[in-house]
């Protein structure tokens, strides 16, 4: 068995235990779903012209219903229809938004994917309704309980090509503000949960003027989500390192992925009353084991304090193929099951 899936066999040490009936357990998709083969090749036959455009559009239209249908089929607690549309995280801002070009492929943190890093010419500005027209259609159709996909101001911040004059801090205080007003006007289209992929807290955490920028940039986050739901999403290090900023942006729920974090290490009541885990591990194929995870939960959750936790892959779920991703987002009601049932206790 692989290191990270050692990581979710339950620790005599830590069995701390908490009562199920007291523990909220929702579940959802934390990142775009993998293009299925068909899709695949529909796109790949429309660059070579072999195809048309509303053939492909018919296809993307397919299979994000039929992702939808598998999260309504699974009992997830939120609805993403996979964003299958989307070729990266940074994209449909980075297209759509004033002050930005689309730089070069660049790697994505230390996976075999790749993005377009985004280039940063001038100060940014928001243009109205361009991430609203790029969601896939069965959550636009259905907005509430729905999850928006966002990159986190400080990775998304951090990893673009900043030759705008502005200094570094600044531009993740700026983007934390149109990032806010982009979920105001979701929330005006009945949208109510979001995330906010902040991968570089983990790898790369932030200090002085750029931690400080970070919490400013949340505090405007959570105030536009309320009554909503804001998750920082953490994944690809150690979440303990992400512990300075998120445990100072509440109300937005603090996420860990509990791969890459040891949930007997982590600090005693330290993130408010709900905190997200990223239970899956995409980067192996290898099943977990639901009563093992559901330990690993139950230890984290005690530890932090937290009575509500959100469940979910932990690095992007678009590192698998297509089937493989299916069968890993099929234990998630198991774990919740297990939780219930006072697995792993």
Known sequence: MCATQNRFRADRR?????????????????????????LVQATRDLDRGRTSADAVEAVYARTEEEVAELETRLGLDVRTAGYLRWPDLFRPIAERWSGFAVGPLTRWLETNTFYRQPILLAPPARVAGAV???????IRRRPAGSRILLPGPYTFARLLDNRSGEADAAVVHRLGRLLADEVRELVGLGFDQFQFSDPLLAVEPAEGPHAEAT???????????DPGTAI?????????????V????????????????????????????AVAFGVLDPRT??????????????????????STV??????????????????????????????????GA
Do not use: C
């Open 310 to 343: 959100w469940l979910g892959p932990g690095a992007p779920l678009d590192l698998l193929p297509w089937e493989p991703a299916v069968r890993k987002v099929e234990l998630l009601g198991r774990i919740r099951g297990a939780l219930a049932n006072g697995g």
């Open 232 to 244: 920082a999403w953490t994944h690809g290090a150690d979440g303990r390192r992400a512990l300075p």
């Open 215 to 225: 919490v400013a940039a949340y505090a405007a986050l959570g105030a536009a989500a």
């Open 14 to 38: 830590y069995k701390t235990r908490v009562r199920a009936s007291r523990m909220i357990v929702r579940v959802g998709l934390t990142s775009p779903f993998p293009r299925p083969e068909p």
């Open 285 to 306: 194929t290898l099943a977990e084991e639901p009563r093992d995870v559901a330990g690993v939960v139950r230890t984290a959750a005690a530890r932090l304090g937290a």
């Open 246 to 273: 998120l445990r100072r942006i509440r109300p937005v729920i603090a996420g860990f992925d509990l791969s890459e974090t040891d949930p007997g290490e982590l600090p005693d009541g330290d993130v408010g009353p």
């Open 132 to 138: 609203a027209a790029q969601l896939p259609g069965p």
